[in-house]
């Protein structure tokens, strides 16, 4: 009987001996998943689908893709393609029906329509703050939540700005304009020449010239204005300053349409992006109001010397502000531990010089401007440089308020009163609509 107890009591060491075992085996598990060490739970990956794309990915994007599928030789990468107006729409479907993608790609200024929707994770606990900091601080504005989350990571950047045909200019002897009077009097120069003054993409991309109201927003309204009525926060009815600022650049650009300096002429209002550049490219104009990012297709497309300018303002002196849209990269809320796994090895891929210096090779903008380049071409070195004068800004364009104002600035808001569908009465009134109804 002795010895039975004594055989009970050393089973009873032993069972509680494994116990202990297994009990830290688990806490030193636990520690490891919260230190980011390797566990089979974070080492799971999931192949990678991007959505957001509105054409095949270009060459940094490719560069990207092809570093993942090197290093994960087994995960695949899917790109998604939709139209431009339908992309936001294809994006939070797919998240809202619990079936997300692991990467959205979008414009940075629209990011906040998803957030504010809880459609995004929080990125903080997956890049350091030294990792973060690399990132220009301007294009990181638009990815960051209102408690400091970070929803996007961006990887590069356009702006509005101004192409010219710098042999044009050359042999007018024009010098670059300052002002609109400046601009005006050019544009009345070239066209006893048989030449238009200007091409635009305003199909859909009005948003490009509605930029000429930023600078006079804040210089005549009030600082932050053009901010507060990308937010929905100003008022733009007819009468108010904000909405008689903008009646002023619609009414300027109105002149210059009905003078005839707004490439083909009669039909400005409906030109597409590539009706635009080709005018331009064949010499018919001098200017091309634009995006940044079209630089590559320009340089590709002009046998002559490109430059680039900031638009000119009403008064000399005042600077000119412009809105940056970054392209950017989330994670949808709702994406499983394996799609973030790959998501995560994916974006930090961004990170590295070699990618960045793809973005450059590409004649786009990087998201780490501090990293030194190599090729740049003169042309992104005088977009680039334009960041140093503080007239960048993310966040301006009313594009971001909501889809029903993006259609409208993009399409509308001078087309409208141009084409006399509308008056300018009208459509400030709609934009406003559009205003109050994303509020409520």
Known sequence: MKKMKNAVSILLVVVMMFMLVACAGNGNNAEDAASGENTDATEAMSPLTISGFVAEPNDYQKKMIELFEEEYPDLKVETVIADTNA??????????????????????????TFYENDMLLDLREYFTEEELSLFDEAMMEPCLGPNGEVFAIPLSTVYFTTFYNKDMMEEYGFEIPETWADMTAIFERLKEDGIMGFSTNSASMQDCLYGITYAELEARVGKDTAYGIANGDVSVLPGTPAGEIIRECIELVQGWYDAGYWYPGEAGINTTQDDGNAGFAQERVLFNFNFSG???????????????????????????????????????????????NSSIAFLKLGLQQEVQQAIVDSNNVPSIMSYEFSNMS???????????????????????????????????????????????????????????????
């Open 378 to 440: 003169e042309n992104l070195e005088e977009i680039m440089s334009k960041f140093d004068g503080g007239g960048l800004q993310a966040g301006l364009n009313p594009t971001r308020t909501s889809s029903e104002m993006q259609t409208f600035i993009k399409t509308v808001i001078f087309a409208g009163p141009l084409s006399g569908t509308m008056s300018i009465d009208d459509a400030l009134n709609e934009m406003e609509a559009l205003r109050l109804a994303a509020n409520n």
């Open 87 to 112: 992309r936001e729409q294809v994006l939070k479907t797919a998240i809202s029906a619990g079936d997300p993608p692991n990467i959205g790609f979008y414009w940075g200024t629209r990011v906040s």
């Open 294 to 340: 079209a630089l590559a297709t320009l340089e590709g497309l002009c046998d002559f010397e490109i430059g680039s300018f900031m638009k000119p303002t009403s008064e000399s002196g005042m600077v000119s502000y412009e809105n940056i849209e970054p392209d950017v990269y989330f994670i949808p809320a709702n994406a499983t531990q394996e799609q973030i």
